[in-house]
């Protein structure tokens, strides 16, 4: 069984900063990508970021690029989010998943989830 572990939410004031991070564990699995999607209350889940696990090649949601960043630790199977001059809608509850193989920037593509880490930005 494979296990998507979030850390790092919390409440920040607007242009703060915040790095989440993900730790994959359990049963060794191939991964193609990784990724970040977040939802809002109300809304539908919107692709953040993701970032194929060998090669290292990044996506990023409409509009995010430049605030947010997507890294990985390969020895450490963990893949980070570095969330910089945060908005009040940027609040939500964000999401670590990991794809076998498909369209980095789909949720459709992701086989396994974490349970989510909440992130709130106070104006």
């Known amino acids: 069984q494979v296990q998507l572990v979030e850390s790092g939410g919390g409440l920040v004031q607007a242009g703060g900063s915040l790095r989440l991070s993900c730790a994959a564990s359990?049963?060794?699995?191939?991964?193609?990508?990784m990724g970040w999607f977040r939802q809002a209350p109300g809304k539908e889940r919107e692709f953040v970021a993701a970032?194929?696990?060998?090669?290292?090649?990044?996506y990023y949601g409409d509009s995010l690029k430049g605030r947010f960043t997507i890294s990985r630790d390969i020895p450490k199977n963990t893949v980070y989010l570095q969330m910089n001059s945060l908005k009040p809608e940027d609040t939500a509850v964000y999401y670590c998943a990991a794809a076998l193989r498909g369209l980095p920037s789909a949720p459709f593509s992701y086989d396994y989830w974490g349970q989510g880490t909440q992130v709130t930005v106070s104006s």
């Open positions: 359990g049963r060794t699995f191939s991964k193609y990508a």
């Open positions: 970032i194929t696990w060998i090669a290292g090649t990044t």
